[in-house]
């Protein structure tokens, strides 16, 4: 308890890491499973994008754009231009940040754990307002999300935004009336230039031969190409993505569109910036297979216990936005205080009671969690198969899929969930116990 007084104003997370974490589950992390990153999107349509240029956006939406943007706190995950940080307790990114880079008051003993624990919500693209995106592509990736970045493991969460919302921030990231592109020069040219300089090294393009990861022309220190491949994007979404004029702007320099960018200037002369634009917009793109959404795993033969499920799913990954703000004292996380533009769920996944009393439905009335869906699924369940299904690119239409925008679980640690429940939710084995079951 000793982390209680000290650590009040840095927030809530780091209180309930502090009071709450049992020693049984401070054991070795395991390997996170690999994003499935080949079947996510379907293939972009391997048509130019058609000409017409976006108009500037409405000043009206424009005026209420930082409200918005505050409200459905985007803020908590992005850097976002102009706006500020949420205050710490909230600030998803800046605090994983801070402990990784060891300017978080804690003990060392605490500090390293945490550090070899965190992984995912470190690296996140900056907001900046801009030419860069077409803002019909903003759009859409508002309303209905896709994966952008075959190496980094958090995604967008999906959101329910509305549609005033959806045109609200995309007009804001987008404000400018589109410029004419200057004419692009040759694709097979543009292949070769991809090829020369490295380009590879950082970016994977989907639906063409694999962009070779040759050496770059430039320098560039381990960490920041590390950080580098982390972020950059899947260039087959480069033609829906960007606006032509911009993509000629950031292959001259990517500094000057998005200030503290991860990709790093590579030299390229006026021929070859128009030779690799025509690449990136024109080269033929396959159609990549679309992968099965993976089954539910028949139930386990042996007992399952809640330490067990507690250790391998809700204590390393659920709780951190699911938890009774009561017990870590301040915000409880966005699956259970509400936030990211969610309504309040009250679920609580940080304890065997808060399991067991459910969440809140749209009208604030409390529900299990283990009833069964239609399909005759554990509500619970479902959700975390509906993430398997999101990362195969076919979201599933009222069930949104658990964790939010983080990997899918492993179908191994869904089977044991699954089993737990269907044994009658156990407790804990006591010494002299008969671990009775949950009603
Ligand atoms: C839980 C953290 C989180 C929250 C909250 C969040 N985002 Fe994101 N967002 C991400 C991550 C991670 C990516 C990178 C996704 C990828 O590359 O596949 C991303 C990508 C984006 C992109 C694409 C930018 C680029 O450079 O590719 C936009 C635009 C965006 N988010 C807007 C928003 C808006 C608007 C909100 C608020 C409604 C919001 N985000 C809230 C995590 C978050
Ligand atoms: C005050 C600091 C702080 C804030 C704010 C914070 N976290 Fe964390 N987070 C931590 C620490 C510390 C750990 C490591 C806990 C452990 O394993 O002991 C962690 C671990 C995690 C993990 C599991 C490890 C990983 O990298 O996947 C997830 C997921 C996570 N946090 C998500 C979030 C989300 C989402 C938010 C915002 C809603 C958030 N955190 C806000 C401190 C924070
Ligand atoms: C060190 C890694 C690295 C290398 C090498 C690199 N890039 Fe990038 N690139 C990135 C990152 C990171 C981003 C995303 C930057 C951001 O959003 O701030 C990016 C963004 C882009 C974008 C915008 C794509 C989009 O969808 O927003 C294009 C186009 C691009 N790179 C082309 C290239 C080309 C062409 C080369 C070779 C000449 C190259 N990159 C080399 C890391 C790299
Ligand atoms: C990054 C934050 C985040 C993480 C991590 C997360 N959740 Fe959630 N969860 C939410 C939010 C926000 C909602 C509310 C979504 C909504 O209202 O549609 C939610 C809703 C749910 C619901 C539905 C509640 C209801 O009745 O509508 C279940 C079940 C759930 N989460 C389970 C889990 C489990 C299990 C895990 C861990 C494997 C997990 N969540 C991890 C943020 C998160």
């Known amino acids: ?39 996510i999107a379907p293939a972009p349509d391997p048509e130019p994008v058609a000409a017409a240029l976006e108009p500037a956006a ?39 940040r801070k402990i990784l880079a060891g300017d978080f008051e804690a003990s060392p003993q605490e500090l390293a754990g945490w550090q070899s624990r965190i992984h995912s919500l470190v690296d996140v693209p900056r907001l900046v307002p801009g030419p860069r995106f077409r803002r019909a592509w903003l759009q859409g990736f508002l309303a209905d999300t896709h994966d952008l970045r075959p190496n980094l493991e958090a995604g967008m969460p999906r959101f329910a935004l509305a549609p005033d919302d959806v045109a609200t921030l995309a007009a804001w990231l987008s404000p400018a009336a589109e410029t004419a592109a200057p004419a692009l020069g040759d694709a ?30 430039i320098a560039i220190a381990p960490a920041a190409l590390a950080r580098g491949q982390r972020l950059a994007p899947d260039l087959a979404h480069a033609r829906e993505r960007l606006r032509p004029a911009a993509l000629l702007q950031w292959l001259e320099s990517p500094e000057q569109l998005q200030p503290g960018t991860a990709m790093p200037t590579i030299p ?33 033969q042996r007992e399952v216990r809640y330490e067990e499920v507690d250790a391998k799913i809700f204590h390393k990954t659920c709780r951190h936005c699911h938890s009774d ?115």
């Open 1 to 39: 308890m000793q982390g209680v007084t000290r650590s009040r104003r840095v927030g809530a997370l780091a209180l309930l890491l502090a009071v709450s974490l049992p020693p049984a589950c401070g054991g070795e992390p395991r390997p996170v499973p690999a994003k499935a990153a080949e079947v």
């Open 58 to 96: 409405d000043p009206a939406l424009l005026a209420r754009a930082s409200a918005r943007f505050t409200a459905l706190e985007c803020n908590r995950c992005h850097e976002i231009e102009s706006i500020a940080a949420p205050t710490p307790e909230f600030d998803c990114v800046g605090c994983h």
């Open 188 to 217: 097979t040219r543009g292949r070769a230039v991809i090829e020369a300089k490295g380009c590879g090294t950082c970016h994977r393009m989907r639906g063409v031969a694999p962009l070779p990861a040759t050496t770059l022309p």
């Open 268 to 300: 390229l002369d006026e021929t070859e910036r128009r030779d690799v634009a025509a690449y990136l917009l024109q080269a033929p793109l396959e159609a990549v297979a679309v992968a099965a959404v993976p089954e539910r795993l028949p139930l386990l």
């Open 325 to 439: 703000p009561e017990l870590v004292i301040g915000d409880g996380g966005p699956g259970y205080s509400g936030g990211f533009g969610f309504p309040k769920r009250g679920l609580d996944l940080n304890s065997y009671e808060g399991i067991l009393s459910g969440s809140l439905d749209d009208q604030g009335q409390r529900r299990s969690l283990f009833s069964a869906t239609p399909q005759g699924v554990p509500r619970i369940v479902a959700h975390l198969l509906a993430r398997h299904a999101e990362q195969a690119g076919r979201p599933l239409p009222g069930v949104r899929g658990m964790p939010l925008a983080l990997p899918a679980l492993p179908l191994e640690d869904i089977q044991l969930l699954d089993t737990w429940i269907a044994q009658g939710r156990k407790r804990n084995a006591q010494p002299g116990d008969d671990a009775e079951g949950a009603p």
